[in-house]
DNA sequence: CTGAAAGCGCTTACAG
DNA sequence: CTGAAAGCGCTTACAG
């Protein structure tokens, strides 16, 4: 059935039906300011049996709100951000929002043009988790056109201007290897895709401002063993990429060591994956031979055997709370100081870790 | 740093504060028209140090179009879908096209009110994984009023001009249990949750309109079955919920049947995972006792042990595919014939299958 | 190539 | 409670 698609009628359309003035069908239909019942009923009939449905465009033109927000990920197939995105429009859709999703694939010029986009399409406000913790520039330019932003999961610098919520991931990485150290463990090896940030790490003092959270875990890695008294060993920190085949590689150059760990901490759920796998292979017993730690409560760390003991960030919520300090701000409006929330992630015991 | 907002400049500002007209200006600035280029300079100039940004809500109500597409689906979180979206936006944002993305939670409801908002905001069309594949009026409705859909991942009743893309579940059921009766299994379980649909698809005999694919699995199992020669036994068929505790138990229950199945399919990953467990606590050997086939290639399916043999869905493409076929549907106009394609699932035969 | 004017479809003061 | 008019910020014929 394929008929020609008649010009959706207008307002000026259903008043016409209901012998009634633009203004009045309007009053009836959006359901503000004051119209008598029976007009209302007209309104609403005439509506009806013409087909007629408001025009989002233009009366967001007129409101200034288009009651939509705009959110900016790096890779939505990742379950950290699908299961953040879901706890974003389980607050907002209820409050009357809509979300404007944007994929950047961790390209900054992505995500440049992306708030460019929102921002003329005048979202409300945006919530992005940045590609580029160093590069704020366009998320403060935004903010001053008069776009909210929350940062989520990662702080930016030179985004002054914007709230944020994240996850204490020092002070997670931290308790995980406080864990092993009270295990007896003394050689404790880490799988990170933060190594080249080592330098960096080791010389500062201050704390930084925009950082990925493998690199904040590997700091937290790093104090924990310092607060235990121990020097690091370079030799312990396995680099890897961002995908399973190069945490494998990095696992087993750790395992190839001389003097190779007892224990090993994982820095993020893919990189465990792939450590998981080079320790099965090389046929090691976890945890009498290797204690190991991963990220995130996945599916897959309780049907391994033995089960993973992981670090479990709180990510619904990571994503409800955007949503919800994001709603705050919107409707708050600038005056209010800038808000930044850090979540605590949980150290979950299971059967991977044990005495040295 | 609190600044008071400046209104937005409008394109009035930059026509006045460049010396031409507004027609000159929007023609500068959104690149249609002709105009000088020493006057394109100055507008571009003007609008620069203005910080003018386009109206994109304004543009929109002129043009017709907004450049956006509504993506509905049950659960982002679900792997499957969040996959599906990284598909949809990696193909629909190059070509300039945002993406609207509405949650539904499987309530009819949210769905209707979500393609009520996105035909409001008038997105320029949507793509849909429909709560209830047997209602499709709000679909065909969205349809008439000129709003492209494309059905994703299940077939809907009563959305006759819907596109849709989806995989053919039931062949691919069919075909991993004919791999199982190859091994020589003849007591053949299946976890499903399509399990109070089975008198149906025992009675039916036409392919059915709308239906979820859970159900169109369950369909291939007993088809696959039937062209063996082999009865359908329906205490072989375990009921379980959409969760990994209710195909524990379903699976137990098999298990513990006077003549227990030799092999069990499920017929979706969070159901494999309910199983694999179920087996594992049973301290079954696989496939020595028990083979075992699970839903798509998540990444645990590599990591225990046996690794699982596994259909594997083409859930990424399914998404590319879909917005390719949204945006054909855009560009081509409503004259086109509806187009429904199905894509082909494979069978990954690992470790967890073996002679019976 | 450029401009004056109309118009997209609403909401909002302002009168009555 | 209702209406006439203005206006949101653009693009599009239509003239020149």
Redesign the interface.
Known sequence: ???R?PP?PSLIDVARAAGVSTATAGRALGGYGQVRAGTRERVLTAAAEL?Y??????R??ITGS?Q?IG?VVT?????FF??A??GI??VV?PAGF??????T?GALV?EQRAL???????VDGVIVAAAQPAEGAHLEHAI???VPIVLLDRQVTGA??ADSITIDNEHAAAEAVTHLLELGHRRIGVVTEAGEQLPALLAADDRPGGAFPSAMRLRGYLGALGAAGLEVDEHLIGSARYD?DSAYDATTRLLDLDDPPTAVLCTDN?LA?GA??AA?DRGLRMPEQLSLIGFDD???T????PELTIVEQPT?ELGTRAGQQLLDRITGG??RRTNHVQLRAKLVVRGSTGPV
Do not use: C, H
């Open positions: 059935m394929t008929t698609q959706s087909g449905r408001t025009n989002g465009l233009a967001s033109m288009t939509t959110v890779d939505v197939a990742n379950p699908a299961i995105l879901r429009t389980d859709q809509e979300v404007l999703l944007a994929n694939a992505a460019t986009v929102m921002s003329e399409k005048r001053e056109l008069g002054a201007d399973r893919v994956t998981f796998r099965q996945e599916p897959w309780t049907l391994v055997r619904y600038r005056e």
